[in-house]
């Protein structure tokens, strides 16, 4: 699974962003994306009364769609196996089906709330196994229940387990004592999601319900640290101090936040606050003035909840859009499926009937 975070700033998408680079299609095409924006608009006053601009969210789609699509999957890379490799659970394509029009990859939900705004593409060999699609919006901004801050969430079901990746926007603020309001935001979230009941199916209903879990967003945890001590140690590339004072790390060890969740090792740079179209950090350029100064921070991040998910990439995009640099994470999920490998049509027999001795 590939699941990506952005905040875009407000900033509509240029026809000639270069999306392709985000997703990593050339190297590592998953069987989901999952991808979740914050500001898709700005978030002004009349913004924040309208939940959802189709004109804005369909045109993410449609290059997510054209980035996805652009490519054919071919029977050799599908091949690519080395022994004790976990491996995909859909029947191999051939080279006709390769070379047919339709498209390798369909959207099965995708819902805004304001500025947030989450995508899900699945390979169209999965998307006849996927079951249950549903969303739940939360509000946390002004008045504590408006959109400009929140999080849309979606769950669904792939075989017999159950997915929900939960997009957010949590409070912003750079002085102290602002983490307080995150850890609320966060915890206003896990209690107030609530996917809908469906009569004769016991469901999950809450996010921890779920067998697996993904948050992501621009989640705006700061470094407890005095700004120009950022900035030195950011010049320095000293990530491990910094991250030794990173407020959602520290606020998790304290067990105020996300008790129980995992991060993978960050490797790299702040991804907030940029010049828009620069690599400079906000306020570091002294020809650029800068109206009020804020300090680089890991605002945007991908974190998990649960067993039988393996994060096995963690890096962030060098796109310019916007003042935030986007974040992206690759996952292995283990799925259970009900039908056992030797029953006639499983979808799991016709692809290992080769590969018997690296499936376990």
């Known amino acids: 699974m590939f699941v990506g975070s952005w905040n875009v700033g407000g900033i509509p998408p240029p026809d000639n962003l270069n999306i392709e680079e985000l997703l990593n299609t050339e190297n590592n095409m998953a069987d989901i994306y999952v991808f979740g924006f914050q500001e898709i608009v700005p978030l002004n006053a009349g913004n924040i009364l309208v939940p959802e601009n189709s004109n804005i969210s369909m045109k ?19 091949q690519r196996a080395e022994v ?9 394509k051939t080279l006709s089906s ?17 500025g947030i705004y989450i995508t899900v593409w699945v390979r169209k060999e999965l998307q006849g196994y996927i079951s249950h699609p549903s969303v739940s919006c939360v509000g946390s901004g002004i008045l504590g229940r408006l959109g400009n801050k929140g999080s849309v969430s979606i769950s669904f079901c792939l075989h017999e387990t159950s997915f929900c990746f939960v997009c957010s926007h949590l409070a912003s603020g750079g002085k102290e004592g602002d983490e307080r309001q995150r850890n609320a935001d966060a915890e206003h979230i896990l209690a107030r999601t609530l996917f809908p009941a469906e009569p004769l199916q016991h469901l999950p209903r809450k996010i921890l319900d779920h067998d697996r879990v993904i948050w992501l967003g621009d989640l705006n945890y700061r470094i407890y640290l005095p700004e120009a001590t950022t900035r ?14 990173d407020q959602l790390k520290a606020e998790l060890a304290k067990g105020r936040v996300f008790e129980g969740w995992h991060e993978k ?9 940029y ?30 909840f649960g067993k039988g998910l393996k994060q096995i990439q963690y890096d962030r995009v060098e796109s310019r859009l916007s003042d935030h640099r986007p974040v992206r994470a690759i996952f292995i999920a283990i799925v259970n499926v009900s039908r056992p490998l030797e029953e006639p049509g499983s979808i799991l027999s016709n692809r290992f009937v080769d590969s018997s001795d690296h499936f376990t």
Not at 104 to 112: A, G, L, P, T, V
Not at 232 to 245: P, T
């Open 60 to 78: 993410w789609n449609s290059l997510l769609k054209a980035a996805l699509n652009k490519r054919r999957v071919t029977e050799d890379i599908l």
């Open 84 to 92: 004790g490799e976990i491996q995909r659970i859909y029947p191999i």
């Open 98 to 114: 390769i070379n047919s029009s339709a498209s390798d990859f369909e959207c099965i939900i995708s819902k805004q709330m304001v």
């Open 232 to 245: 030195s140690l950011v010049k320095n590339k000293e990530w491990s101090i910094l991250l030794e004072n």
């Open 265 to 273: 090792e960050i490797e790299f740079a702040p991804t907030y606050k």
């Open 275 to 304: 010049h828009q179209n620069s690599d400079d950090y906000y306020g570091s350029n002294h020809k650029i003035k800068a109206k009020r100064m804020r300090a680089p921070a890991w605002c945007d991040r991908i974190i998990w």
